[in-house]
């Protein structure tokens, strides 16, 4: 009884371990578009004229950016400071 | 025109855009490569100023061999969306110029790049040793070089690494006899995993050698306190190389003798035999037939150790690999003094080219250690070099203007001669100073002080 109590803790850790993994490997993978979008931006940004009104889209687009930009960057400081937590507690419950 | 030649490796294809369109913007000729392989080729082909390395978290440890490779021919900034710590200081570690997490502002970007231009830039037309940095088919186990006798040694090492046969391995002091031995246990696929073991027969007096050898039991002779283990007992399964073979006393040739025939011998103060598998590799800078004709060494002895004979040629001979292992020794010093050496100037190499190197690659590895320590601007240049290196060169070529005609090897030991008797004159005599500084063992030196025949002007009164 104690040792199916545990298997099933053991698994649910796992399961939490893997999502935890996948969750923070997307969010990585988000910074790289998020990279790139932001430099054509800012490309565009060059090509544009001064009072041109794409201007202020764009410069509203780069806004908007840097936004997903932090709330990626506070989910992930989350993300590994539950990392290191979860490593300190043994599976074993 | 084109300020400075990137490559961007690696990244997916929005990034290679963005990257390729902002850099070619602010002036930069830039070439994208889709994968590691293919960067690596086009690095062969193509002298890159820099190369932006885009990686994702799967493909480490191959994107930090690139690293590795490239490093050495371009500066290397390195783009990711994983800021973890870990990876950036095994990426400078490996050799990487900067490390940048996504997302990252423009202006960071090209700040790197020129930090990197500029760095590389210092030393314009100096840094040609970087493209000289030991490739992996120019080194084998340890062993630097790409010369044809070299290539030929690592042949020879592949074929008779899983042998059983003892290995006799002539050759100057400092040429690396040492090194071969490695190589060879480390190709040995039986061996590579059980104990190298070395003993030097010249530098202990007769009843050490014995029981360092053979091992001893408790109360076996005045000091024997416990049971100990010989070297032999302590290679079982694996490789022991005996070093200086020439010195071990006759009495003690016997025993070994035995031991090469049947593989068993006993500990001194013991009656019991001890059976050991061990692949014995022996070395000596002497002539072993010169010393068998005068009685020194045993000719059954010699036949039994000389099945598979391996000459180490002195660095003069293959100065082709002057340049590979300097720079090999430059990147070894550099890393362990924590001197951010960039390379080493042609002017240098020259030098060291034209030098006659009577100690061989130790002396070259001495020399090198003493210019990355005493390096100011972060180029290896003549000014870091010894005075002997100037001196020694000119004495050669002294010699070799002499009216008399001399043979190759008079001519070539007459600057070793004057390179101990400097060495001696420098730490006033003292053997032992004299030795580390030449960084030969003390045998080594008294030979060569018997050899040509020097002595202080203390000892001719």
């Known amino acids: 009884m104690v040792k199916s109590k545990s298997l099933a803790t053991t698994k649910r850790y796992k399961r939490i371990d893997y999502i935890g993994k996948r969750s923070v490997d997307i969010i990585n993978e988000m910074y790289s578009p998020i990279d790139s979008i932001n430099r054509f931006i800012n490309l565009a940004l060059d090509t544009i004229g001064e009072n041109s009104q ?38 074993r419950g | 025109m084109d300020k400075n030649k990137i490559l961007i490796a690696n990244g997916d294809r929005l990034s290679q855009k963005s990257l390729y369109e902002m850099l070619c913007r602010n002036g930069y000729g830039v070439d994208i490569t889709k994968s590691l392989p293919e960067a690596l080729n086009r690095l062969n082909e193509i002298a890159y100023n820099a190369v932006i390395l885009d990686t994702h978290e799967a493909g480490k440890e191959e994107f930090l061999k690139t690293v590795d490779k490239v490093s050495s021919k371009s500066s290397i900034i390195i783009l990711t969306s994983y800021g973890n710590i870990e990876f950036a200081v095994s990426s400078i570690k490996m050799g990487a110029f900067d490390y940048l997490v996504k997302p990252v502002e423009d202006e960071k970007i090209i700040s790197s790049i020129e930090r990197a231009l500029t760095s590389r830039a210092a030393v314009p037309v100096k840094d040609i040793s970087k493209k000289t940095a030991p490739q992996k088919d120019q080194t084998y186990h340890g062993l630097v070089g790409d010369s044809q006798v070299m290539r030929d040694i690592y042949t020879i090492i592949g074929r008779i690494a899983n042998s059983r046969a003892t290995v006799l391995m002539c050759g ?68 022991i190389l005996l070093d200086d073979i020439d010195c071990l006393p006759l009495d003690l040739q016997v ?100 030098y006659s190197w009577p100690g061989n690659v130790r002396q070259l590895e001495n020399i090198i250690e003493r210019a990355v320590i005493l390096d100011t601007d972060n180029v290896i240049g003549k000014e870091d070099l010894p005075d002997i290196i100037f001196n020694g060169t000119a004495g050669m070529n002294n010699g070799i203007k002499h009216d008399i005609i001399s043979s190759l090897r008079d001519v070539m030991q007459e600057p070793e001669k004057i390179y101990i008797l400097r060495v001696l004159e420098e730490v006033g005599w003292n053997k032992k100073k004299a030795a580390t500084k030449l960084g030969v063992n003390r045998t080594t030196l008294y030979n060569k002080l018997r050899k040509y025949n020097i002595t202080s002007g203390a000892e001719k009164n």
């Open chain 2, 255 to 354: 025993k070994l003798l035995r031991v090469l025939q049947h593989k068993e011998f006993e500990r001194v103060g013991d009656n019991k035999t001890l059976k050991v598998d061990v692949r014995i590799i022996a070395s000596t800078n002497q002539d072993l037939e010169k010393a068998i004709a005068e009685k020194r060494f045993r000719e059954d002895l010699y036949y039994r150790l000389n099945v598979i004979s391996l000459h180490m040629p002195p660095l003069r001979e293959r100065k082709e690999d002057i340049a590979l292992l300097a720079e090999h020794f430059v990147e070894i010093y550099a890393k362990e003094n924590h001197k951010p050496i960039n390379g080493i100037s042609k002017d240098l190499l020259d030098t060291l080219t034209h």
């Open chain 2, 172 to 239: 100057e002091s400092g040429t690396g006899k040492r090194l071969i031995a490695h190589a060879l246990h480390k190709s040995d696929k039986k061996r590579c995993g059980r104990p190298f073991v070395e003993i030097s027969c010249g530098g202990l007096p007769r009843e050490i050698i014995e029981s360092e050898l053979f091992g001893h039991t408790k109360g076996a002779f005045t000091g024997a306190i416990n049971d100990r283990k010989g070297r032999f007992e302590m290679a079982d399964g694996g490789t």
């Open chain 1, 54 to 91: 794409s201007r202020q889209f764009l410069l509203e687009s780069k806004q908007g950016i840097r936004k997903a930009s932090a709330l990626l960057k506070r989910l992930d400081d989350y993300a590994k400071k539950l990392e290191k937590e979860f490593k300190e507690i043994s599976p």
